[in-house]
C-alpha cells in the first residue's frame, strides 16, 4: 500500500523522461517563462508548498495511528482526523479548484509539466472537494475507524490471541485439515464488523468524488491511469484471458496434489479455500518445496534484521544510495513483543512522510521466504521515492509512472532475489546445488500467476460492482464467492452468509480501495521489464538471472524511477521495453512449465 499520494495523469502532453531537465521546476522560474507561465508557476509554488506542509502533518497522524493502536484510546485516531480534514480543505478548497481549472483552460499556454500539476491538483481536489465538506468530514472520521477497528482486532484461534503472522503460518505448513480450516476461518472473524463501516464508506467516496463529475469511485481511481472504468475493466479481463490456459493446469495440478497431501480420496471439483497457503488462495507457493532450495530454513537462521538489510544491500549493490539512517530509526519493521499493550498494521506499506527525505516502512518482518519478498517489495516503493525526489520533480508529481509501477519495481527486485544464481551469490543455497528447474518454474508460477485470478478478476471486478453498481448490502458476500468461483476456481470450505464479509478481510478493499488492478497490472509490467532486463542488459537466461551488482541494470531502473509522475506511463513502457503493456512476457516465461502441467494433469478432470 502507498500513501496518500495523488498524481493525475491524465494529461494528453509528454513529458520526455529521457531529457527531465529541460522542463523543470527550478528551470521554469527562469526569464524564459511567458506571463502565464510565470503566474501559473507562483500560484504552484505556493501551492505546493501548503500542500507538502499539511501532507506531512496527515502522514505523521496516520503514521501514528497505523503503528499505535490501543483499544480504547482514541487520541491517534483524533489526531489523524484532525490532520486529514486540514489537508482536505485546504486540496478540496473551491479557491484551489477554481483556480487549477482557470490554468487549464489556457493549457496551451502552460509547460507540460505545469499541466500535469494543474491535473494533479483536480484530481487530489476530487477526493476532497469543499463543495460537500460534510461528506469530506464523514469519509475521514469512517476511515479513521474502519483502519482502527481493522488493526485492533484481536485474531483468536481455540480462545487465544494470534497474530496474522502465526494464521498465515499455519496455512503454510499444516497438514491437517481440521487444524487449517480453525485457522482460515479465525483469520475471516475480523469481517462482520467491518461490514457497516464498509458500506458507509462506499456511499461517502462515491458522493465525494460525484461532486466533481465522476460516476463513482472506481471510475475515479482508473482515471488516475486516463483510463475509464470500462477500459480498466476491459485490460483486467485481458489479462485474465493470456493467463487462464496456464491457470487452469495449475488449478487442476493443485485440486489433485493436496487432495492426495491432506488424504482426501475424492478431488474437489473446486479449491476449498482453507485448502490453499494463503488466507485469500493469492499466492499457492508455499505448495512447493524445490529441492535444495529451503529458503525458510536458512532464513531462520539469519534472523529478520538480516531481511531488511541484505534486501538494501542488493539495491545499494545496484548503484543506489544506503538508507538515510533515519529509516532505520523511525520505521516500524518487526512485530510487537506480545505484552506491547497495542496493536499495529499488520499488513506491509511504505511511506514517504514528507515528499521529501523522510521514508519509512511499517512491517512485521519474520524470517521467513514470504517476509523475504515482501521486503524487497516494499524497498521497491522507498526507492522509488527517494529517486524522485530530486529537484526535476516537483513534489506534486512526487508519485509512480502510475500506481502500477510504484507497485511493479519492488516485486521484480522480489523475483530477481528468488532466482538461483542470486541465491548462490548471497550463499543462501550452495552454488553446486542441482535443482530441479521445472519445480522452480512451478513455484514461482503458483506465486505470479495463481495471483493474476484474484487481482485481476475477483478483487477488482467485486469493487467494481461495489462502488460503481451499488452491489446491495446483503449480497456482498454472495458476490466474492461467486466471483472467486468463477475466477479462481475457489469455494469456501462451508457456506458463508451475509453475517460474514470476506472481502473485507482484505486489507486493501478497506484503506486502499478500487485499487487492486494496480497490482495485476505491477506483475505484467514486471514481467516485461525483467525480461528486457535478462535479454537485454544482463544477456542471461529470464530463468536464471543474478542481477547483484549489475549498475546497468540499476541505471534502467533509476531511469524509471526518476521522472516520478511526470512521465507518461505508456510512452514509459514502449522506450524502455519496446512493447504496449502486455502480457506477453509474463506467459511466456511461464511457457516451458506448460508441458509439464499437462503431462501432470493428463486424465485429470479439469473443471474451469
Ligand atoms: O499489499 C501488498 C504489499 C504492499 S503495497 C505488501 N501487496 C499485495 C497484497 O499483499 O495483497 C503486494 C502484492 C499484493
Ligand atoms: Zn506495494
Known amino acids: 500500500m502507498k500513501k496518500i499520494i495523488l498524481t493525475g495523469l491524465t494529461a494528453a502532453i509528454l513529458f520526455s523522461c529521457s531529457s527531465p531537465k529541460s522542463d523543470t521546476a527550478e528551470n521554469a522560474t527562469t526569464t524564459e517563462m511567458t506571463a502565464v507561465q510565470q503566474e501559473a508557476q507562483t500560484f504552484l509554488d505556493e501551492y505546493s508548498t501548503t500542500y507538502q506542509d499539511l501532507y506531512t502533518k496527515s502522514a505523521e497522524a496516520e503514521w501514528a495511528s497505523n503503528t499505535k493502536i490501543v483499544e480504547g484510546d482514541s487520541t491517534n485516531a483524533m489526531a489523524t482526523r484532525r490532520a486529514n480534514e486540514a489537508y482536505a480543505a485546504f486540496t478540496g478548497s473551491v479557491e484551489n479548484i477554481e483556480q487549477a481549472r482557470k490554468f487549464l483552460e489556457q493549457k496551451e499556454q502552460l509547460t507540460p509539466i505545469q499541466v500535469k500539476q494543474f491535473e494533479a491538483i483536480l484530481y487530489a481536489a476530487a477526493n476532497n472537494p469543499q463543495t460537500v465538506p460534510d461528506v469530506v468530514k464523514a469519509r475521514i472520521k469512517a476511515e479513521t475507524e474502519q483502519t482502527e477497528k481493522l488493526y485492533g482486532y484481536d485474531f483468536k484461534l481455540n480462545g487465544k490471541s494470534v497474530t496474522t503472522n502465526d494464521i498465515d503460518n499455519i496455512l503454510k505448513t499444516e497438514n491437517d485439515v481440521k487444524k487449517r480450516l480453525a485457522a482460515w476461518n479465525a483469520s475471516k472473524e475480523v469481517g ?39 477500459e480498466m475493466m476491459d485490460m483486467m479481463e485481458q489479462i485474465n484471458k493470456e493467463l487462464l490456459p496456464l491457470y487452469r493446469e495449475l488449478h487442476t495440478y493443485a485440486r489433485y496434489e493436496l487432495a492426495k497431501k491432506y488424504g482426501e480420496k475424492q478431488v474437489p471439483d473446486y479449491l476449498p479455500a482453507h485448502w490453499l497457503p494463503n488466507r485469500w488462495g493469492q499466492d499457492w507457493s508455499p505448495m512447493v518445496e524445490v529441492k535444495g532450495i529451503d529458503l525458510d530454513g536458512v532464513l531462520k537462521t539469519k534472523g529478520d534484521k538480516w531481511l531488511v538489510e541484505q534486501a538494501e544491500r542488493f539495491y545499494v549493490s545496484l548503484g543506489f544510495d544506503k538508507l538515510p539512517e533515519s529509516f532505520y530509526t523511525k520505521s516500524s519493521l518487526y512485530p510487537l513483543p ?59 508529481l512526487r508519485g509512480g509512472a502510475n500506481r502500477a509501477y510504484h507497485e511493479a519495481i519492488g516485486s521484480l527486485m522480489g523475483l530477481a532475489a528468488m532466482q538461483k544464481p542470486f541465491l548462490a551469490e548471497l550463499q543462501l543455497i550452495d552454488k553446486n546445488t542441482q535443482t530441479d528447474e521445472v519445480q522452480t518454474l512451478l513455484k514461482e508460477a503458483l506465486s505470479y500467476v495463481t495471483f493474476i485470478p484474484f487481482a485481476a478478476g475477483v478483487m477488482s471486478e467485486w469493487e467494481h460492482d461495489f462502488y460503481a453498481k451499488n452491489l446491495p448490502a446483503d449480497q456482498l458476500n454472495k458476490r466474492w464467492w461467486e466471483l472467486a468461483k468463477k475466477y479462481q476456481g475457489m469455494v469456501p470450505p462451508t457456506a458463508r452468509g451475509e453475517n460474514y464479509l470476506d472481502a473485507a478481510t482484505k486489507t486493501h478493499i478497506n484503506d486502499d480501495a478500487a485499487q487492486y488492478y494496480d497490482y495485476a497490472m505491477s506483475y505484467v509490467i514486471l514481467f516485461q521489464l525483467h525480461d528486457h532486463i535478462a535479454k537485454n542488459i544482463l544477456k542471461q537466461n529470464p530463468h536464471a538471472t543474478n542481477y547483484y551488482g549489475n549498475k546497468e541494470v540499476g541505471k534502467f531502473l533509476h531511469d524509471i524511477m526518476y521522472p516520478g509522475a511526470s512521465a507518461d506511463w505508456r510512452k514509459m513502457l514502449k522506450d524502455k521495453t519496446g512493447e504496449e503493456l502486455s502480457a506477453r512476457a509474463m506467459v511466456a516465461y511461464f511457457q516451458p512449465l506448460m508441458d509439464y502441467l499437462k503431462e501432470q494433469n493428463k486424465g485429470r478432470k479439469y473443471t474451469m
Not at 457497516?196 to 466533481?212: A, C, E, H, Y
Not at 512522510?353 to 511499517?362: A, G, H, P, Q, Y
Request: with cysteine; proline share 5%.
Open 192 to 230: 462482520p464488523g467491518l461490514k457497516t463501516g464498509l458500506l458507509n464508506l462506499r456511499d461517502l467516496r462515491n458522493k465525494t468524488v460525484q461532486s466533481l463529475g465522476y460516476d463513482d469511485y472506481f471510475t475515479y481511481q482508473a482515471s488516475d491511469y486516463g483510463m475509464t472504468r470500462a
Open 338 to 396: 506480545p505484552n506491547a499493550g497495542y496493536k499495529k498494521n499488520n499488513h506491509a506499506s511504505a511511506w514517504h512522510m514528507d515528499l521529501d527525505k523522510d521514508v519509512r516502512c511499517l512491517m512485521s518482518v519474520e524470517p521467513n521466504a514470504e517476509w523475504y519478498e515482501t521486503t524487497h517489495h516494499e524497498l521497491g516503493h522507498i526507492y522509488y521515492y527517494i529517486t524522485y525526489t530530486n529537484p526535476d520533480v516537483p513534489v506534486l
